[in-house]
């Protein structure tokens, strides 16, 4: 299955430079949001992941091929 990811912030470094925080990822039949994020080495908090361009919660919900994910990080700053 295949997904589109588009990167925000400092979450974008994890692609090279040229894909401009965006990229299609490979993922097995039943991958969830959690392995996708495994799989592009997001350890750091996440502040929202959009699928399809609806707020997604839950780590363990299951990914379609085509789906659309984003993903925000936490925002600090003072």
């Not at 589109?4 to 430079?17: G, I, W």
């Not at 350890?43 to 609806?54: A, D, G, Y």
């Amino acid at each position: 299955m295949r997904v589109q990811v588009k990167l925000f912030a400092r979450f974008r470094e994890v692609l090279p430079p040229q894909a401009k925080g965006q990229a299609t990822i490979d993922l097995p039949d039943g991958a969830t949001v959690g392995h996708l994020l495994d799989q592009l080495g997001i350890v750091q908090p996440v502040r929202l992941v959009s699928i399809n361009h609806q707020p997604e919660t839950d780590r363990g919900r299951l990914l379609r091929d085509g789906d659309q994910v984003s993903v925000f990080p936490f925002v600090s700053g003072g």
